[in-house]
Structures are given as structure tokens and as C-alpha cells.
């Protein structure tokens, strides 16, 4: 990891390692920000087309709910998170799974660096701000994809910051001020970079971008 984002960052692994063991309560409270968690996570597979044999790979497994859900479709299944804690957590529930502890940021390390069907993330792009968000994506596309295959990214999301606004005046106290995908600036953003990309709004804070190369896209 490089020491620069290391020292200023605003969402260590260290935060995500002592929310670990309260984590899957959290998400299954399904009020703000996991309002729609586990539709959320059943939109993100059902977009992989999850079947047998279909190697996918989930960034920031977190305690490894979306990726279970993904093994038990019969995918093969791999997962990275910066958090060893999550990862422990993910490892209970995935025994023998391929999970390694990397922080998205730096490049893939070698086990890693290989071509994968389909790579899926819920709940995790949101810490970045949008221009690393679509370059990482762009990255992932180009470098990680194989032929074919799609990105599908579930977050924390909405169709326009108006209804961000809405959103933030509606949660009060629970609302964090974090950069979240606003899908009308999103799409443009992403569509630069010669990807294509379909938007699904599956809750009131949640949704599911599928991304996929623009030249493939047409196929
Ligand atoms: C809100 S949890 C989501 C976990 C899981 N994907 C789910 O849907 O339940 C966010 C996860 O992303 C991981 N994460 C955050 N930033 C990361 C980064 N830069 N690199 C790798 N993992 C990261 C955290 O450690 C945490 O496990």
C-alpha cells in the first residue's frame, strides 16, 4: 500500500476490523445505509448470471455474505477485503474459499492477476470519490475481465442528488456524509471511459450498476 492514502485515510481497514463481529447485524437491521441489503445482494447475483463453474470475484468480501451467495449458485468464487478481521469473519462461513487480504487501491497481487467472468462488489465503492471510482472500474473492465464478462457493483446510491438531499434530510442523525453514487453523474462519468453501463435502483439508498466494455456491450 502506498504511504500516502495509508496515513490520510478517511476509512482505514482498521474501522472495518472493529466493526467486524457487529457487521452482519448491522446489515440485517436493513435500516440506513442497508436499507434493501438483502435485495441488494440478490440483484447483484442475479445480474452475474450465477452458475455453476462461473469464476467471479468479489472486492471487499466484508464477512463474505454476497460471496456465499455466489458459491451457493454453484460459482467459483474468490474475494479480497483490506480488513483481516472481515476476512476471519468470511472464512468461517467459506471454508477452503480463495480470500485474500488486499486493499483495492494497489495492484492485484499474482494470484490475483488473471482474468475472472465476473467481478462484483456491494458496499464498498462508496468510500472512494467518483473520478477513482471510474477509474477503478476501468481498470477492473480492461485488465481483470475476461471476454464477455461484466462488472456489477451494488452500493449505497441514488438516481440524482436530489434525491441524495432527500435521503440525507429523511435520515438526520443516522446519515454519514460519505461520497455515494449519484447515478446521473455516474453514468456519464463511467460512459467517458468507454464503458457501457445499465443502472438499477433496487431501495431508497441502494443500487446496482452492471458495466461492461462499450465494444463488447453491442454483442
Ligand atoms: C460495508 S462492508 C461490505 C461487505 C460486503 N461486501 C457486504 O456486502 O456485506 C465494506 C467492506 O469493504 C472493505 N473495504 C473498504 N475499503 C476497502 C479497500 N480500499 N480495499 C479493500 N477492501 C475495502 C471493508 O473492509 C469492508 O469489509
Known amino acids: 500500500m502506498t504511504g500516502d492514502f495509508q496515513e490520510n485515510d ?21 435500516t440506513f445505509p442497508f436499507t434493501g441489503y438483502r435485495d441488494l445482494l440478490a440483484e447483484v ?8 463453474g462461473l469464476k467471479v470475484l468479489d472486492l471487499g468480501a466484508g464477512t463474505g455474505n454476497l460471496t456465499q451467495l455466489l458459491a451457493a ?6 474475494g479480497t477485503d483490506f ?18 487480504l488486499h486493499d483495492l487501491r494497489d495492484p492485484f497481487p499474482p494470484e490475483l492477476q488473471q ?24 481498470r477492473l473492465v480492461r485488465e481483470s475481465m475476461a471476454p464477455g464478462g461484466c462488472l456489477v457493483i451494488g452500493d449505497i ?18 446519515w454519514d456524509e460519505e461520497p455515494y453514487w449519484i447515478a446521473e453523474d455516474a453514468l456519464p462519468a463511467l460512459e467517458a471511459r468507454g464503458l457501457t453501463v445499465q443502472y438499477r435502483q433496487v ?4 443500487g446496482v450498476y452492471r458495466i461492461r466494455l462499450n465494444e463488447e456491450a453491442d454483442q
Open 115 to 138: 482474468r475472472f467472468d465476473c467481478i462484483v462488489s456491494a458496499y464498498v465503492f462508496h468510500h472512494f470519490e467518483l473520478p477513482e471510482k471510474a477509474a477503478l472500474a476501468e
Open 10 to 30: 478517511p476509512f482505514p481497514a482498521a474501522e472495518f476490523d472493529s466493526w467486524a463481529g457487529e457487521y452482519d447485524q448491522d446489515a440485517a437491521g436493513e
Open 157 to 174: 446510491s441514488f438516481l440524482t442528488a436530489a434525491d441524495r438531499d432527500t435521503q440525507r434530510q429523511t435520515q438526520g442523525e443516522y
Open 45 to 52: 447475483v442475479r445480474q452475474t448470471g450465477a452458475r455453476p
Open 83 to 100: 480488513s483481516s478481521e472481515m476476512l476471519a469473519r468470511a472464512r468461517e462461513k467459506l471454508p477452503g474459499a480463495r480470500l485474500f
Open 73 to 78: 449458485a454453484g460459482c467459483e468464487v474468490w
Open 203 to 206: 431501495s431508497n439508498c441502494a
